[in-house]
């Protein structure tokens, strides 16, 4: 006589079905020592909500016949979450995050938002999850389903992708140490800027200026790519190396 699921929230309220035989009629359905509330019953299933419990209990179906042999049922506790990382991304979505917490190794997905995602259980403590698309730029909060229920109350930012309208001074030595200004929009989170492929020293201006200096470089237009906890752009021959004279 199967059960599925076995397994349901501390709190009760799960949907549960009991399959076998004879159980048309069925009179009572007992969680360990609690009644559970009968939704549907043919003669090969019988539906019920859980009550709330904790641990094992073994799950038996009453009919006029008798009392069937007991099959386990196992509650889960609600997940705890206690952080996630990193808490910011692409509003394109696609990047991985991990989530740490307790009682995860039930989860069947981790919404973001309005948006949901299925997770991969690492451990009853972690969880890898691929990020869905967001709606918008903006936090959204982040809930975990498991067996034992949901729980939210961490958050994650969207974040739209950077783009560079100019890059003043366009030009300098090829020794480097220019100090230009780059411009364009949703710049706040900058990770990172190259130069010709060489790190650039930057400092956030605001979200639509970087203050940086040219590493050294080798004579002639290259690109300049800043990049964004919301992804890079790469603004083609942006600066010019100029070589120095030579006698």
Do not use: C, R, W
């Not at 949901?116 to 999850?129: C, E, G, H, K, Y």
């Not at 990020?131 to 982040?142: D, F, R, S």
């Not at 690109?223 to 603004?235: E, I, Q």
């Amino acid at each position: 006589m199967p059960i599925s699921p076995n397994q349901g929230s501390t709190g009760g309220g799960t949907t549960v079905t009991i399959t076998g035989t004879n159980l048309g009629g069925a009179t009572a359905v007992h969680f360990g020592s609690k009644l559970a509330t009968i939704t549907a019953n043919t003669a090969t299933s019988v539906t019920v909500t859980s009550p709330s419990g904790a641990g094992t209990v073994g799950v038996t179906v009453t009919t006029a016949g008798g009392t069937s042999n007991p099959l386990s049922f196992f509650y889960v506790g609600a997940p705890f979450k206690a952080s996630l990382s990193p808490v910011s991304g692409a509003t394109a979505g696609l990047n991985t995050v991990t989530i740490t917490g307790t009682g995860l190794s039930t989860a069947t997905s981790v919404s973001f938002g309005a948006n949901s995602a299925t997770p991969a259980v690492v451990s009853d403590n972690i969880l890898t999850v691929v990020v869905p698309a967001g709606t918008a730029a903006g936090p959204v909060g982040v809930t975990v389903t498991t067996a034992g229920g949901t729980n939210n109350g961490l958050s994650y930012t969207y974040v739209d992708a950077p783009t560079v309208t100019a890059v003043s001074p366009a030009s300098g030595p090829t020794s480097g140490g220019t100090a230009v200004t780059i411009t364009g929009t949703n710049l706040t989170t900058t990770q990172s800027v190259t130069v010709d492929g060489g790190t650039a020293p930057f400092s956030v201006i605001s979200n639509t200026e970087i203050s940086a200096v040219t590493p050294a470089g080798t004579a002639g237009a290259v690109d300049v790519v800043v990049a964004t906890s919301g992804g890079s752009v790469t603004d083609t021959g942006a600066f010019t190396y100029v070589a120095g004279p030579g006698i």
